[in-house]
């Protein structure tokens, strides 16, 4: 899936500022990125196609659990998943509440908890971090309760990107990894813990989509020779906006990659080696061996439906952040994704 090779001309903000304008359009003095969220989403009513989420996923070397609550106009949902890989064991969870059941907050602080008689999760503020619990009498024929504190360490840098497609279509995305975690996932009587390195990674949605959409997204959080690594891998979904989501983060700070992304996968073997790299220099060049595709498929083509092809592996190759060596990576667990919408 190639991408153009361009290098763009992105801004970096720094300054606070408001994602819509007193027209309810896109305010243009929001295009850009920033190491830390500055963006409030003030989303208008007007505007239709609104689409709002929280995902967080937690991992170490041996599992994954991601907790989601998302807002897509029509409904709001919550969801969780666990990928253990040592057992290759995988159980998903998504329960549905009516339009409006909760309130999404405009900022990347603030609360968010759907509480339904099938399954609580709760993401919640805890001093810098968040607390992640979700709770479910039935999740794979098991009992499930997690607690899971993620920490923001002081001056940790993040991605945060607008994506203007139009001026009544666009995106803020906050990608925030490398975060460290702690806590535990009980599934009946077993008690997995996130121990020592464990990362959380936030992925943090708000915007006004085109109708039909696909994207890349790959992520990875973890530890290489000592230094903290992490990944974010954007494509498709950008492509001609002038701007990316593509960045690294090494040791709590951010390297943007103002260049387009290469993904090269087979549509027909979801589970045959990817390779993502830039369009134009050597600056990433990375290989994503599959140990697991997670497929979660919603809806009808002839109607709105959602398909996602989340593949679990491990990435190697090399990065070059800035002002430093490029980096040699072995074995770094993530995921790397296609997602197809009509929503």
């Excluded at 098991?142 to 994506?163: A, Q």
């Excluded at 387009?260 to 830039?278: I, N």
Aim: aromatic share 8%; hydrophobic share 35%; charged share 25%.
């Amino acid at each position: 899936m190639a991408a153009t090779p361009v290098t763009h001309k992105e801004p970096e903000l720094t300054a606070p500022v408001m994602l819509c304008g007193p027209d309810s359009l896109l305010n243009r003095q929001a295009i850009g990125w920033s190491r830390h969220p500055l963006h409030t989403c003030n989303l208008p009513d007007s505007l239709p196609r609104k689409k709002k989420w929280n995902y967080w996923a937690v991992t170490s070397n041996d599992l994954l659990f991601s907790a989601t609550i998302a807002d897509i106009e029509r409904l709001q949902l919550a969801g969780a998943y666990i990928f253990d890989r040592r057992t290759q064991r995988h159980i998903e969870t998504t329960v549905v509440v009516p339009a409006n059941t909760i309130a999404i907050p405009e900022t990347v602080a603030g609360d968010l908890v759907i509480d339904h008689q099938d399954m609580h999760v709760a993401l919640t503020d805890h001093g810098s971090g968040t607390r992640i619990r979700v709770e479910a009498a039935d999740f794979g024929d098991m009992r499930l309760k997690t607690d899971i504190i993620v920490e923001r360490p002081e001056g940790h840098e993040t991605l945060n990107v607008v994506i203007p497609w139009t001026d009544v279509q666009f995106q803020y995305t906050s990608k925030q990894n490398t975060l460290p975690a702690s806590g535990y996932v009980q599934l009946g009587d077993e008690r997995l813990e996130f121990t020592v390195p464990s990362f959380g990674c936030l992925d943090y949605g708000r915007g006004v989509w085109p109708e039909h959409t696909v994207w890349n997204w790959g992520s990875a959080s973890g530890v290489q020779d000592g230094r903290t690594i992490g990944l974010n891998l954007g494509g498709q979904w950008t492509d001609g906006t002038g701007m990316t989501e593509n960045g690294l983060c090494v040791d709590g700070r951010l390297t943007k990659i103002s260049e387009d992304l290469v993904f090269d996968y087979d549509r027909s073997a979801m589970m045959e080696r990817w390779r993502v790299r830039t369009a134009g220099t050597d600056r990433i060049d990375l290989l994503l061996e599959p140990e697991f595709e997670r497929v979660s498929e919603s809806g009808r083509r002839d109607g709105f439906f959602s398909s996602a092809h989340q593949i679990f592996g491990c990435y190697s190759g090399r990065i070059a952040p800035d002002g430093g060596k490029p980096i040699e990576i072995r074995d770094l667990f993530g995921w790397i994704e296609e997602h197809e919408a009509r929503w």
